[in-house]
């Protein structure tokens, strides 16, 4: 399993002083050198964190693979195709919200999201929906023509019992072979961690978890470097 860091967090951090430190493109930098196979950033409509400038020179310099998490929007769908990423990832957006709450509702929206998918091909940039285990968004997010999905762990994530903790993985396993049956590809992320990792990295249609906060508050204390490669030692551990 590949492994993507979000560095949204130190964007975040940086934001909090309105300073230019800590820097997100050197964070980038530093998640490669330690072994990421991506970095993800989600540029945000308010731009709280993840600005334009970022995005700009994470387009420039990163070498491994761009992920851009971005709202279906028409001023977005401009800065994909100037910018270029190897991968959209279309995510719900609102403004009040801490972190993304939850999938996009593909379902009902097919015909924007269609035309919106075909403008991002045309530019040869792959596309990834973001939503919940559930099996009728994934279905729609093969008709609109998206390439992969990415699942939303959040339910997992914050599972308060075995039981919920067992029910919300079998979800995302079932989620995962399901859309690898319709032939899309498979990624998953949201508040994946250290720990809740290991089960995930069983199902093997998942092909690559998407990890940001775990990552960033563990390197706090142990530094960036450090926290990718304790990250990356228990991916090949599972092998």
């Given at each position: 399993?590949?492994?993507?860091?979000?560095?949204?967090h130190?964007?975040?951090?940086?934001?909090?002083?309105?300073?230019?430190?800590?820097?997100?493109?050197?964070?980038?930098?530093?998640?490669?050198?330690?072994?990421?196979?991506?970095?993800?950033?989600?540029l945000?409509?308010d731009?709280?964190?993840?600005?334009?400038?970022?995005?700009?020179?994470?387009?420039?310099?990163?070498?491994?693979?761009?992920?851009?998490?971005?709202?279906?929007?028409?001023?977005?769908l401009?800065?994909?195709?100037?910018?270029?990423?190897?991968?959209?990832?279309?995510?719900?957006?609102?403004?009040?919200?801490?972190?993304?709450?939850?999938?996009?509702?593909?379902?009902s929206?097919?015909?924007?999201?269609?035309?919106?998918?075909?403008?991002?091909?045309?530019?040869?940039i792959?596309?990834?929906?973001?939503?919940?285990?559930?099996?009728?968004?994934?279905?729609?997010?093969?008709?609109v023509?998206?390439?992969?999905?990415?699942?939303?762990?959040?339910?997992?994530?914050?599972?308060?019992?075995?039981?919920?903790?067992?029910?919300?993985?079998?979800?995302?396993?079932?989620?995962?072979?399901?859309?690898?049956?319709?032939?899309?590809?498979v990624?998953?992320?949201?508040?994946?961690n250290?720990?809740?990792?290991?089960?995930?990295?069983?199902?093997k249609?998942?092909?690559?978890?998407?990890?940001?906060?775990?990552?960033?508050?563990r390197?706090v204390?142990?530094?960036?470097?450090?926290?990718?490669?304790?990250?990356?030692?228990?991916?090949?551990?599972?092998?």
């Open positions: 399993m590949r492994l993507a860091i979000n560095i949204d130190i964007a975040t951090l940086r934001e909090a002083r309105d300073d230019i430190e800590p820097d997100p493109i050197t964070a980038a930098h530093i998640c490669e050198l330690a072994g990421a196979d991506g970095i993800v950033c989600h945000r409509e731009r709280r964190h993840i600005n334009d400038r970022d995005l700009r020179l994470l387009r420039e310099t990163i070498k491994t693979k761009l992920d851009l998490e971005m709202a279906a929007t028409e001023e977005l401009k800065i994909a195709s100037d910018t270029l990423p190897d991968l959209s990832t279309l995510v719900p957006e609102k403004r009040e919200e801490l972190t993304t709450e939850g999938g996009l509702d593909v379902k929206k097919k015909h924007y999201l269609s035309e919106y998918v075909n403008e991002l091909h045309k530019h040869e792959n596309v990834s929906m973001f939503i919940d285990p559930i099996d009728e968004q994934i279905e729609a997010s093969a008709e023509g998206a390439d992969f999905i990415e699942i939303h762990t959040g339910d997992y994530a914050n599972s308060r019992t075995e039981e919920e903790f067992l029910e919300n993985l079998r979800k995302i396993e079932h989620a995962a072979k399901f859309a690898k049956s319709l032939g899309l590809r990624n998953a992320g949201h508040g994946i250290y720990y809740n990792i290991k089960p995930i990295l069983k199902i249609e998942i092909e690559e978890c998407s990890i940001g906060f775990a990552i960033i508050a390197s204390f142990v530094g960036l470097d450090r926290a990718v490669r304790d990250m990356i030692d228990i991916i090949r551990q599972s092998k």
